[in-house]
């Protein structure tokens, strides 16, 4: 049930772009995005809530595919801001979020 | 902004103590969460709440798990017998009376069982 997420980690340099992918081997209804820095709470990013929806604010975006079952999130032109480790969250119950394992980025300057 | 917040911050007990957890969720939510995250790993769910009932819960939710809403406000998690392994980042959120349920976490509180 628990959704991969793929790279592990990313090292960019500021500028940069990077990809954060998410696949769940069962359907997906929705899709959620968070952002965590060290030893801070997750913060929202975003929902994807069918498929072909296309999202995004400032320089971060995600698509969801839902025949593949699968979401990306795309950081173009990256921001030392963007650090941090990145969820996706699938939903598995009328109000359950199964988080992956997180990829974490670092932005180099 | 709304925010949620948490309290304690850092709670330290002692094995086999009974710990309780404090949130108060942004005040016109319905929905209201808990999470747990150990040192390095992902964040699990643990439980959801709705109109004053569990909806749903994790496996990690045993007999020693249990929330309350004991006032308009704030939203508790007791742990009654605290083992080593609970040690972990415990994170509360809530989310508004529509889907989808964008959830807003809390600052968290680290709770250390020694």
């Known amino acids: 049930q628990q959704p991969v997420q793929s790279p592990q980690a990313v090292i960019l340099r500021e500028g940069e772009d990077a990809v954060i992918n998410c696949s769940s081997s069962k359907a997906l209804y929705s899709v959620h995005w968070y952002r965590q820095k060290h030893g801070e709470a997750p913060v929202f990013l975003m929902i994807l809530l069918k498929g072909g929806e296309q999202k995004g604010h400032d320089k971060i975006s995600a698509s969801f595919n839902e025949k593949k079952q699968q979401s990306s999130l795309y950081l173009t032109a990256s921001q030392l801001s963007y650090s941090g480790t990145y969820f996706c969250?699938?939903?598995?119950?009328?109000?359950?979020?199964?988080f992956g394992k997180g990829t974490r980025l670092h932005i180099l300057p | 902004e709304p925010e949620v917040t948490q309290t304690p911050s850092h709670q330290v007990t002692q094995m086999g103590q009974e710990v309780i957890l404090r949130c108060v969720p942004i005040s016109n939510h319905l929905y209201f969460y808990w999470y747990r995250q150990i040192l390095g790993q992902k964040v699990e769910f643990l439980v959801s709440f709705y109109n004053n009932e569990i909806s749903e819960k994790s496996e990690i939710f045993d007999d020693q798990f249990s929330v309350e809403r004991p006032d308009g406000s704030n939203f508790t998690l007791k742990i009654r017998s605290t083992k080593l392994e609970d040690s972990a980042m415990y994170f509360c959120?809530?989310?508004?009376?529509?889907?989808?349920?964008?959830?807003?976490f809390g600052p968290g509180t680290r709770l250390t069982v020694t």
């Open positions: 969250g699938t939903e598995a119950g009328y109000d359950k979020i199964i």
């Open positions: 959120a809530s989310s508004g009376d529509r889907q989808p349920y964008e959830q807003y």
